[in-house]
């Protein structure tokens, strides 16, 4: 299938899982990283949130590219309403992979879409992943390995971490970090892509 881009793309990410997905359409992009602090974010809820800290991000990249269309995201674990940032350090990876241990988690996602005109398009998309039990030892020696620490939760899907997976709802790709189906839908819908 040719997709073909009507406008210049620009992805607001430092993510290569990002960087990797976008390319999946076959469309030419440039990658701008923004350097915004997501920790200053206030919200009322965890989906306002998620929201907030993805637009922080595209909006910063924005301001640095006139007539080109960004895109940015955000994606977040929640447990039990609890957010469950990259890990800091050894510790707070094992507590993330010990709460996550035979439960469902929500992934949630938030694409920026933003227009040379400065037009904002946002969404979010969930994804729900149950876990499997993990053991201590399973933990520790994934810890070990050093995956979680940048990775939201503490875990990637695409590593090691899908070997804690017994079912997932919702698109794969959205745990990664990109929903890319509703992304290409959205551009579509937004005349930004054809096919
Ligand atoms: C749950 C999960 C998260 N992640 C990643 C996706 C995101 O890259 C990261 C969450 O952090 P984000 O802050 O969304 O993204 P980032 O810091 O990697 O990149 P940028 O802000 O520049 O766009 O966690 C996985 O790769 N696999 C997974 O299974």
């Known amino acids: 299938m040719n997709i073909i881009a009507q406008t210049e793309f620009v992805l607001a990410s430092a993510s290569p899982r990002r960087k990797e997905l976008l390319a999946q359409l076959g469309i030419a992009f440039e990658v701008i990283t923004s350097n915004v602090e997501e920790t200053s974010v206030q919200a009322q809820s965890v989906e306002q949130y998620v929201q907030e800290v993805a637009r922080l991000k595209t909006r910063d990249v924005a301001a640095q590219c006139g007539k080109k269309t960004v895109i940015g995201a955000d994606t977040i674990v929640v447990f039990q309403d609890r957010l469950l940032h990259k890990p800091k350090n050894r510790a707070e990876a094992i507590t993330h992979l010990q709460a ?6 929500r992934v949630l996602t938030a694409v920026v879409i933003i227009q040379p005109d400065g037009e904002e398009t946002v969404f979010v998309e969930e994804t ?14 994934y810890v070990d390995s050093g995956d979680p620490f940048d990775k939201a939760g503490g875990y990637g899907i ?7 997976v017994e079912r997932i709802e919702g698109d794969y790709n959205n745990v990664v970090g990109f929903p890319l189906a509703s992304l290409f839908e959205q551009l579509i819908h937004l005349r930004l892509l054809t096919f």
């Open 100 to 105: 996550l241990s035979g439960n469902a988690h």
């Open 158 to 164: 695409q590593t090691h971490g899908a070997l804690f």
């Open 128 to 141: 729900v992943v149950k876990f499997k039990q993990l053991s201590f030892e399973l933990i520790e020696a």
